[in-house]
T-cell receptor, first 115, second 112 residues
């Protein structure tokens, strides 16, 4: 157990809808990173939040957005869902933002299916 | 940007044998190389990492080697056990806290 919790664990949406995924980081961690893992592939970096600010972004369109709250929990929002957005969305917490030297602790993910 | 290639994509070994997984990376600025184990229905879990100032690191049955000149690094698991069966991912970054670029994964099956 890493102490990183994600909700919901599974959800099904239809194309064009919007979804919000939630993550509670490990106690003491001020950084949250989100990754998308398509079936049979490695995780791909979406973005990182550090002290409530976006602190780096991967190659994802603006309809992927996020928030980090004062307690360091985070949300990932995806608008105008497409079939290719079907994936496992992983949240990882760490300490110190991009300059941090500690490992990432991953949650168990939210599996999104878009029909 | 960084690109990480991982081989093989599947690996089947007999219990007690050794397993080796290899990765190559493209960005010479990368200096942090973690390995993750992902079991079915779970998130990736860090099993070992290496930074560019060392060439080899060992933790019990697991070892990682790094060749910065050739831009490749490898995971070695000795005396494999059935509970080692999982998907293993290598990754690279220019700092432990920064974004990780993952390889495509290796499904390791250890037959009793």
């Amino acid at each position: 157990e890493t102490g990183v919790t994600q909700s919901p664990t599974h959800l099904i949406k239809t194309r064009g809808q919007q979804v919000t995924l939630r993550c509670s980081s490990q106690s003491g961690h001020n950084t949250v990173s989100w990754y998308q893992q398509a079936l049979g592939q490695g995780p791909q970096f979406i973005f990182q939040y550090y002290r409530e600010e976006e602190n780096g972004r991967g190659n994802f369109p603006p309809r992927f957005s996020g928030l980090q709250f004062p307690n360091y929990s985070s949300e990932l929002n995806v608008n105008a869902l497409e079939l290719d957005d079907s994936a496992l969305y992983l949240c990882a917490s760490s300490l110190g933002g991009r300059g941090g030297t500690g490992e990432l602790f991953f949650g168990e993910g939210s599996r999104l299916t878009v029909l | 940007g960084e690109n990480v290639e991982q081989h093989p994509s599947t690996l089947s070994v007999q219990e007690g044998d050794s397993a080796v997984i290899k990765c190559t990376y493209s960005d010479s600025a990368s200096n942090y190389f973690p390995w993750y184990k992902q079991e079915l229905g779970k998130g990736p879990q860090l099993i070992i990492d290496i930074r560019s100032n060392v060439g080899e690191k060992k933790d019990q049955r697991i070892a990682v080697t790094l060749n910065k000149t050739a831009k490749h690094f490898s995971l070695h698991i000795t005396e494999t056990q059935p509970e080692d069966s999982a998907v293993y991912f290598c990754a690279a970054s220019n700092n432990a806290g920064n974004m990780l670029t993952f390889g495509g994964g290796t499904r390791l099956m250890v037959k009793p």
